[in-house]
């Protein structure tokens, strides 16, 4: 239809002569676009040729085409050429904005690109630092699995030494108990020999067995009187070392001793001197307690022992000390010369120690006693001197004053008697029937070195406790005992 329009168009242009003030007149009816075909024609046989292009629409009225006038100008510049130029250059400039719309949504995305390409590399540095953590973590966990591997080895080997110590306690035990039946065995054997022997000298000596010392007490009114069968105390002297809190043979009446056995007092040990003796290490500015170097003037060795300077005035030489019955003093004549014990807990300080210490200077002598009611008594002697090993030792005290009573006065002037050397006044030896070495007479009121039982009132076939006859008589050991010297002032 529409190609139909355009041919009819063309014919009627080609056929029709009209002038161009005609086309003029009617151009206002219709849109048009001119193109001249043949403009030397068109002048001489007053024939125009146009070529129209007509809107698609329906030419109603007459078309009139002028053949007269000026030509179209090929240079020129149409309103068309405008309309189209004006048409492309919007076109363009849509073109344009769209591009820019374009080139600012990429330009968008770049900087969201940049974004997230920084965020991705922070991303990566933080996974990168977990990672360390993690692989750090793992180290950590690892090292920590060695160490507890390493704990568990030392526990298991701890625990294999706790079952070897347990076993090696058990196989002490045993042999503990066994060692207890053969003393025990032992001293039934002692006990009967001693029968055996009593029994001979009983056909020899008139006097019989040594005669036990009755209990005398002078500074205790309401004294215990001893019951057979109410005390169990020890048989023998305990050797340093043996577990006392497995002694359950003690008395039931006895009270519980003040000084627990396993304490460990503070040992003062004084590296100066050496001294001459105890006072004279006070008077040269030491005047603690402790363990002092002693040599007396004509001694040819030094000695140590202990220096109480807790007892008014101070200087005291200890010469002897009994207080848990760690040492045993059941010895012979040379340990008894030379000493022996503990310088901080029991010792014996030796008779050639003593009898030096005491022909240097005029020394008294000072005895504290102290019983299982922690009461304590003192005896003192204004003077004592003991006689050399030719005479053996033979103990001269001047007189006596104190609390404790005069015990020692029937030990005066008494040569010194051990288990293997006989100086006393009985037929057979003192010394074996009160287990200590002593100036034992016919036998003893008092006797410091014998046994260290345990609660006070002791059961034993003879006095062989530390005993102070004058002071709860002789079937009651003390608790502790301590035989001091000091020159006389
Ligand atoms: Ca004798």
Sequence with gaps: MEKTFWTLGVLLISLVPCTYSDFQSRKGTSKRVIRAVDNGDANDGKRCGYTFLVPQQKITGPICVSTKGPGPNKNQVTRMDLENLKDALGKQRRDMETLQVVVDVDGNIVNEVKLLRKESRNMNSRVTQLYMQLLHEIIRKRDNSLEIAHLENKILNVTAEMLRAATRYKELEVKYASLVDLVNNQSAIISLLEEQCMRVFSRRDPHGSPPLVQVVPQHIPNIQQYTPGLGVGNEIQRDTGYPRVRDSRQPPQAPA??????????????????????????????????????????????????????????????????????????????????????????????????????????????????????????????????????????????????????????????????????????????????????????????????????????????????????????????????MMIRPID
């Design 257 to 482: 001793p003040t000084i627990s056995p396993f304490r460990v007092p503070p040992v003062t040990i004084i590296d100066e001197g050496p001294f001459r003796d105890c006072k004279h290490a006070k008077e040269s500015g030491f005047s603690s307690s402790g363990i002092y170097l002693i040599k007396p003037q004509n001694a040819n060795s030094h000695m140590q022992l202990w220096c109480e300077n807790g007892l008014d005035p101070g200087g005291w030489t200890v010469i002897q000390k009994r207080i848990d019955g760690s040492a045993n003093f059941f010895r012979n004549w040379e340990t008894y010369k030379k000493g022996f014990g503990n310088i901080d807990s029991e010792y014996w300080l030796g008779l050639e120690n003593i009898y030096q210490l005491t022909n240097q200077d005029n020394y008294k002598l000072l005895i504290e006693l102290e019983d299982w009611n922690n009461k304590k008594v003192y005896a003192e002697y204004s003077s004592i001197r003991l006689e050399p090993e030719t005479d053996y030792y033979r103990l001269r005290l001047g007189t006596y004053q104190g609390n404790a009573g005069d015990s020692m006065v029937f030990h005066n002037g008494k040569q010194f008697t051990t288990l293997d050397r006989d100086r006393d006044m009985y037929t057979g030896n003192c010394a074996h029937f009160h287990k200590g070495g002593w100036w034992y007479n016919a036998c003893a009121h008092a006797n410091l070195n014998g046994v260290w039982y345990r609660g006070g009132l002791y059961r034993s076939k003879h006095q062989d406790g530390i005993y102070w006859a004058e002071y709860r008589g002789g079937s009651y050991s003390l608790k502790t005992v301590q």
